[in-house]
């Protein structure tokens, strides 16, 4: 829908939100900002997969971030440290199996480690049915896990089919 950083200080957070408000709808949602890093894993089954760093190349990673080749640039595995390496895939298998996700998803955090190493790592969603086409990440993430795109899509189909 749209999406605006208030940053501190700033002289104009009302006003803002109204602005936005005039452009998207009636209703605006508000959440605190975390500085650093775009991180995402996905989950394929029962296993996590990699880690990635997303570095956007147009100041806020958004749609055109995404979905725009060279809008971003994927680091795979992320440069982080090992031990928020290992949250991150904990924290998005739990998340698959606390709300009975199938198949495929991706989890993703934002990682402020403006502060020092150790940072907070945040989830900020799980996507069920995460993106195929070539700026997608999940792809991506298989084919560091030794998938090839065929073979994804295959596991995703003939994962779909079974009978739970």
């Not at 998207?24 to 989950?43: D, N």
């Not at 971030?65 to 992320?78: E, F, V």
């Amino acid at each position: 829908m749209g999406v605006s950083t208030v940053l501190d200080k700033s002289n104009g957070p009302a006003t803002i939100i109204l602005e936005e408000r005039k452009l998207f709808g009636s209703h605006v949602m508000a959440e605190r900002f975390v500085p650093g890093r775009e991180l995402t894993c996905a989950v394929m089954g029962d296993v996590a997969l990699g880690v990635i760093d997303i570095i956007s190349k147009v100041g806020f990673y958004d749609y055109r971030a995404k979905y725009s080749p060279g809008g971003s640039q994927h680091i795979l595995p992320a440069d982080i440290p090992k031990d928020v390496y290992r949250k991150c895939q904990q924290y998005a298998l739990q998340a698959h199996r606390a709300l009975g996700c199938r198949g495929v998803s991706r989890a993703d955090f934002r990682y402020d480690d403006t502060h020092g190493p150790a940072g907070e790592l945040i989830l900020l969603e799980i996507n069920t049915q995460p993106g195929m086409t070539g700026t997608s990440l999940v792809p991506e993430l298989a084919a560091h896990s030794g998938h090839s795109y065929e073979e994804l899509v295959t596991w995703m189909v003939n994962d779909a089919s079974i009978n739970r």
